[in-house]
């Protein structure tokens, strides 16, 4: 089975710009979850997906969102990027958001904002 | 605040010398996960642990979660420069919607 796959993996941007970054779980994972990882904060969750609805979110401002099609592709969009944006965002998929939760990571998109 | 404590941070040490890193935790957890990530990759589920006082081993890894399911430790047997990576515990949270709080990590160096 191939893993879970992001697009691109690098990207900068600049201050006030937006971006959309993609996800591609698991063939047959209808769980989609976006993580933030910094070197300060650690993995931050930032939502999760579950066919094509939003079933968790976490402290993030507006400027982060989300969505997910119908082949539980997902995609994620920050807008009015700020220098603190600059991380590492994870896409994790799983079979299902039962109480072993037990996800499969993406290699990561790497965004800097200058 | 930090739902999940993990210590120490940082490790260096030998190859084969015996190490345990520490996840530490006021909450209780219905699972527990440790993950390890190595540079420019994403986290690799390593164990599932559920129910306290269990014990699961990995090959030269053994997990324990608490017997109160607060806390959980890693112990590696004879470390290889392969174990070296970030480790992360991730604790579910049952809070109306599941979901995965990690905490920051034990970056763990193995020099040959």
């Known amino acids: 089975k191939a893993g879970v796959t992001q697009t691109p993996r690098y990207l900068i941007k600049t201050r006030g710009q937006q971006v959309t970054l993609s996800c591609s779980p698991i063939?047959?994972?209808?769980?989609v979850s976006w993580y933030q990882q910094t070197p300060g904060q650690g993995l931050q969750f930032l939502f999760e997906?579950?066919?094509?609805?939003?079933?968790n979110k976490g402290n993030f401002p507006g400027r982060f969102s989300g969505r997910q099609f119908s082949n539980s592709r997902s995609e994620m969009n920050v807008s009015t990027l700020e220098l603190g944006d600059s991380a590492l965002y994870l896409c994790?998929?799983?079979?299902?958001?039962?109480?072993?939760?037990?996800?499969?990571f993406g290699p990561g998109t790497r965004l800097t904002v200058l | 605040t930090q739902l999940l404590e993990q210590s120490p941070q940082f490790l260096s040490i030998q190859e084969g010398e015996n190490l345990t890193v520490y996840c530490n935790s006021s909450?209780?957890?219905?699972?527990l996960q440790w993950y390890r990530q190595e540079p420019g990759e994403g986290p690799v589920l390593l164990v599932t642990?559920?129910?306290?006082?269990e014990v699961k081993k990995l090959k030269r890894l053994t997990f324990q979660f608490g017997d109160a399911r607060k806390d959980s430790s890693l112990h590696i047997t004879a470390a290889q420069p392969g174990d070296t990576g970030l480790y992360l515990c991730?604790?579910?949270?049952?809070?109306?919607?599941?979901?995965?709080?990690f905490g920051k990590g034990n970056q763990v160096v193995v020099i040959p």
């Open positions: 994790a998929s799983s079979l299902t958001s039962g109480s072993l939760y037990e996800q499969f």
């Open positions: 063939s047959g994972h209808r769980s």
């Open positions: 997906y579950f066919s094509e609805t939003q079933r």
């Open positions: 909450s209780v957890f219905s699972s």
């Open positions: 642990v559920v129910t306290g006082g």
């Open positions: 991730a604790g579910v949270v049952v809070d109306g919607n599941n979901r995965l709080a």
